[in-house]
């Protein structure tokens, strides 16, 4: 079953204009997608992934997913730029009734069992999509037998469509469709809705902000890092991959503890980026190439706590995270030096200067974005990238019929820096998805990396 989304919704909807504007953060994502397809010959994609278990409505889902196509144009639209020049926009009025594409596909003759996961969903991550035809978003359903059969369900988007915390709320606000509890068009994705940081009015003023998230991007470079794949070169063919490091309930009682007693209730995702630093560190020290620093750069999703958020667009900021590598060598210093740091980056409000940055930078060529945010760090991008999505899709335990066994995220990752951690929380396990250029790291050091992971979670080193 190979369907496109054609379907019209029955309910009043908004009266868009032809053009919407990306966000800054969607021209950075946007910048790395150019990058990315010249480069690497792929897409800068992002994918959920939905273990369920029996009883997924492959129709409903199709019918559903062709309506909120229909009432959300922005899942089909080109994204363009006006003669090549000014800010690139969704062009609404240009819609490809072809995407977003759903298809259920035949059980594999394998007859692929648990914990198995399909190798077209590896596969997805490393194709070429076209954001100027409105090629945004694809989703696979594939059969499982085995012992515990049921459907796996990936959602595979341009990243720029989707955060990682729209990206759930997407999945959750069309379970909310089908139980005929949300409206057509998320309250905060109408054309009336106000952005979530209001810059100032004066042109100085913003010019000001970018200017100062800029030399802060250049001091990076002062102490050099180095990531597992090393710094970016000139053609190189993205492969990407990944594993999932599955938690118990118990070990991840232990962990969210240790968490909340060792960075504090309120950033947990410190210690997540902690032990991230620590797994990369244990391979890098072992080649012998442990560089000055650790950059990694930390999304801040600017949705209001607590309120209705946007569901489609990049709603996020940056916070770069710099650590001495020697640091890294203690879980408890290092853990102070990341807080510290981020106590910084709050008083010297970089997350407003990065939104007011990257605004700035959506009227710059696409090439120039992506190579200046290299040159910082001659060549490298970041250490590693990192995500933090705590309770998964809100809670989310049943899709369209089917119980929710397991989910998780696989961010899109260049072929340098090579390497991503997400941290999700999906009802009451952790998974840590790792995503990795195929050959950036051997076997032996997979199996450094997941012990030292594994180890600095639990403290059961």
Request: glycine share 10%.
């Amino acid at each position: 079953m190979s369907t496109s989304a054609s379907a019209r919704p029955s309910e009043p909807l908004p009266q868009w204009g032809p053009r919407l504007p990306l966000t800054g953060a969607d021209g950075f994502l946007r910048a790395f997608d150019v990058d990315t397809r010249r480069r690497n010959a792929a897409s800068h994609l992002a994918q959920l992934v939905l273990r369920l278990g029996p009883g997924f409505d492959a129709d409903a889902f199709q019918t559903l997913l062709a309506e909120t196509a229909a009432a959300n144009p922005i899942l089909r639209a080109p994204i363009l730029r006006r003669l090549t020049v000014g800010t690139p926009c969704y062009r609404l009025d240009r819609s490809n009734p072809a995407w977003p594409s759903f298809t259920l596909h035949p059980a594999p003759p394998d007859g692929a069992a648990w914990p198995a996961l399909p190798a077209l969903f590896h596969e997805r991550l490393n194709e070429v999509r076209s954001s100027r035809h409105g090629e945004l978003l694809r989703v696979d359903a594939v059969p499982r037998g085995g012992e515990r059969p049921g459907t796996d369900l990936a959602f595979t988007w341009l990243h720029m469509l989707l955060d990682g915390a729209g990206s759930e709320r997407f999945v959750s606000f069309l379970e909310e469709r089908r139980r005929g509890l949300a409206p057509a068009v998320p309250p905060a994705d109408r054309p009336e809705s106000p952005p979530e940081v209001a810059l100032p009015a004066l042109a100085s003023e913003r010019g000001a902000m970018a200017m100062r998230w800029q030399r802060g991007m250049q001091g990076l470079g002062a102490l050099p890092t180095r990531s597992l794949a090393g710094p970016a070169r000139r053609r190189v063919r993205q492969a990407l991959v990944y594993d999932v490091h599955g938690f118990s309930p118990e070990e991840t009682t232990g962990i969210v503890g240790r968490a909340a007693s060792q960075a504090g209730f309120l950033t947990p995702m410190l210690f997540y980026v902690a032990a991230a630093i620590r797994a990369h560190d244990a391979v890098l020290r072992a080649r012998g190439s442990v560089p000055e620093s650790y950059v990694v750069p930390l999304p801040v999703d600017l949705r209001p706590k607590g309120g209705e958020g946007g569901v489609f667009r990049t709603r996020v900021s940056m916070i770069w995270l710099q650590v001495r590598a020697e640091r890294a060598r203690d879980l408890a210093t290092l853990l102070e030096d990341l807080k510290a740091v981020r106590r910084q980056a709050i008083r010297e409000r970089q997350v407003e200067n990065g939104v007011a940055a990257m605004a700035y930078a959506l009227r710059a060529p696409a090439w120039l974005y992506a190579r200046m945010t290299r040159r910082a760090l001659h060549g490298e991008l970041c250490t590693f990238f990192f995500g933090y999505t705590a309770a998964f899709c809100g809670g989310l335990d049943r899709f369209f019929g089917a119980e929710l066994i397991d989910g998780f995220h696989a961010p899109s990752v260049p072929p340098s820096p090579g390497s991503g951690l997400v941290f999700s929380l999906v009802g009451d396990r952790l998974n840590v998805t790792h995503v990795r250029q195929r050959g950036v790291v051997s076997e032996d050091e997979l199996a450094r990396f997941g012990d030292a992971l594994r180890s600095d979670l639990t403290g059961l080193g």
